[in-house]
Every structure is written in C-alpha cells, then in structure tokens.
C-alpha cells in the first residue's frame, strides 16, 4: 500500500496542538484550525496519524511536563499547569500510566535542576578572560622615578 501524506488541513491541526499545547486547547478547537466537524476530524486524524487528536496532544503535554520535571525545581502542580492541564490529580495518573512512575518519583531520578543552571555564554567569556593590567608608559615612567631606577 503507498503512503499517502496527511492532507495540510490535519497537518495544520497537528502544527496548532505542537505550538499551542500549553493553552486550554482542546478536540474542538483542532477540528476549528482543520475546518472539519469534531467526528470527521477525528476520524482523519486517527487515520492519518495512528492515534486519535486527544491522545496525541495529551502526549504532547506529558512529553513537555517531562521535561520540565528534568529541567526545573517548579512544583508538580506549576508544570500540571504550565503544560496545559488543568487537574493535578489526572496529570499525575496520566503521568504515571505514560512513564510507568509518578512526577514526583520521575523527578528522583535526575539530578536537582539547580546543577543544570546555565550560564550565558557572554558571563563565561568575561570571567575566563585572563586578568590584566594595562600599565601605560607614564604609568611605568612614574612608577621607575618613584622607586628611583
């Protein structure tokens, strides 16, 4: 059977749950960027995509709350937010379902976020600098009459 490409409207859908995945989005608003009903739209996303519209940008928001449990020190509850979700309490069973642990036990097993802090490369290039005094001629001129040399 030949591949057939995903036609641009449900590849709009999907680039909207990709950059938006963050906002109170939801099947509707999908099917809307697509320009279909919320029964067709599924349909077709399911059949261009594997998986249906819901479960691909709940994935999307579980893959991202993943991240953030790697990369920062902000709380469950923060990221259960930041990522778009609404209910701490699903997060977490969704979490847990997807990666096989809690948040919380996730988190455990990577090192604190504080060590990961980076340092804008700008800051780096001033303090790796080796530390020199300029010394002008006058300033040497005084300098050799003051000791008297």
């Not at 909207?16 to 960027?33: H, I, K, S």
């Not at 303090?127 to 300033?139: E, F, L, W």
């Amino acid at each position: 059977m030949a591949f057939v490409p995903p036609a641009r409207h449900l590849l709009r859908a999907k680039d909207l749950a990709d950059a938006r995945y963050g906002d109170p989005l939801d099947v509707d608003d999908l099917a809307a960027a697509a320009g279909l009903s919320r029964a067709h739209f599924s349909r077709e996303f399911r059949r261009a995509f594997g998986e249906s519209p819901h479960a691909y940008l709940l994935t999307r928001r579980l893959e991202r709350a993943a991240a953030l449990l790697r990369a920062t020190d902000h709380s469950v509850a923060e990221i259960c937010l930041d990522v778009g979700l609404v209910s701490v309490g699903s997060f977490t069973t969704s979490f847990t379902r997807h990666y096989g642990e809690s948040p919380t036990a996730y988190r455990a097993r990577f090192p604190p976020a504080s060590l990961l802090a980076r340092v804008p490369a700008c800051v780096v290039h001033a303090y790796a600098r080796p530390q020199t005094q300029h010394v002008s001629r006058r300033q040497r001129a005084d300098r050799s009459v003051a000791s008297g040399t």
